[in-house]
């Protein structure tokens, strides 16, 4: 199975989580990883994400693609 990880959720990669589960990807797992639970939660209750992870080294392992939502202050660090 295929992974894809969105860090950090917004409305932006939210956005982007709802477009590909449109597109009909097959065998591909989303993951989201946030600071927030509530976001986590409300993030897989509507269906962007399919793992909430809190944990962001484990979200992100073995992922093909990598999408960060983060401010652009944080991307560097990361």
């Known amino acids: 199975m295929k992974k894809i990880t969105i860090v950090g959720i917004s409305d932006i990669s939210a956005s982007i989580g709802l477009s590909l589960r449109k597109s009909g990807i097959k065998n591909t797992e989303i993951v989201g990883t946030a600071a927030s639970r509530k976001v986590l939660r409300q993030a897989k209750d509507i269906g962007v994400i399919d793992v909430a992870n ?17 401010p652009l202050s944080e991307t560097q660090d990361l």
Do not use: P
């Open 54 to 70: 809190s944990d962001i080294s484990s979200a992100v392992k073995d992922s093909g693609l990598i999408i960060l939502d983060l």
